[in-house]
């Protein structure tokens, strides 16, 4: 598709509970970021992929936060456990990359509201 | 490591007023710079990008940005703005190639009043 496309847009889970979040890059878009957006404003990068291959972790809380990319599947984002701390919109970005700079595409975010 | 910092977190302004919105970074390395929009309850949107080349930058929507290596700054303005760009601007680098994380700063709400 031409859009990021992020599902679903809002989850509800209790504290303690399972959080499952998925990404579907641009076709063709061979690197898919992952960021946390908390209180409106801060974006705080979590971990990125080069195909199905982690490029950059160094964001990811390693506890309880995990991610995959697999062939033909959609990216996914899994908090095991989830804390109240984890309320955030999560924002999937992909780029398709080139030699001339690349811009990161958005999705609409999926907004996580842990009670 | 990379750092942005956004010097106005709320930017009130009249429709059809000009507009700044002041943007510097910090980085070892050489960067690419990028403004997004965020629009309530959406996703980000490109609003224009420096990679290299002319320092001033036009992008969508009437923007326009200037590269300054020398101050570090990456400063976006609108000559007139509508009631359509009350949003949150966010300011963004990256070292190139560019398959790296981006860095945002803090964002600047940008209020459109009549």
């Known amino acids: 598709g031409e859009e990021v496309a992020q599902t679903p847009k809002h989850l509800v889970r209790g504290e303690g509970q399972k959080a499952k979040l998925y990404c579907a890059p641009i076709k063709g878009h061979s690197y898919v970021f992952w960021y946390q957006q908390v209180l409106k404003n801060e974006f705080k990068f979590l971990i990125s992929f080069q195909n199905e291959n982690v490029f950059d972790e160094t964001g990811m809380p390693k506890e309880r936060f995990s991610a995959k990319c697999l062939p033909n599947s959609p990216c996914s984002l899994e908090i095991q456990a989830t804390k109240l701390e984890d309320s955030a919109v999560y924002f999937c970005?992909?780029?398709?990359?080139?030699?001339?700079?690349?811009?990161?595409?958005f999705g609409p975010g999926t907004r996580l509201t842990v009670l | 490591a990379q750092s942005v910092t956004q010097l106005d977190s709320q930017v009130p302004v009249f429709e059809e007023a000009p507009v700044e919105l002041r943007c510097n970074y910090s980085?070892?390395?050489?960067?690419?710079l990028f403004w997004y929009v965020q629009y309530p309850n959406q996703g980000l949107q490109l609003l224009l990008k420096?990679?290299?080349?002319?320092?001033l930058v036009k992008g969508i929507n009437g923007f326009e940005a200037e590269f300054n290596k020398s101050q570090t700054s990456f400063h976006l303005r609108k000559p007139s703005v509508h009631i359509s760009d009350t949003a949150e601007y966010f300011c963004?680098?990256?070292?190139?190639?560019?398959?790296?994380?981006?860095?945002f700063g803090a964002g600047t709400t940008v209020t459109v009043r009549a």
């Open positions: 970005a992909s780029i398709h990359r080139n030699t001339h700079g690349d811009t990161q595409y």
């Open positions: 963004a680098v990256t070292p190139p190639p560019g398959d790296y994380k981006l860095s």
């Open positions: 420096y990679l290299s080349g002319s320092t």
């Open positions: 980085s070892s390395v050489s960067v690419y």
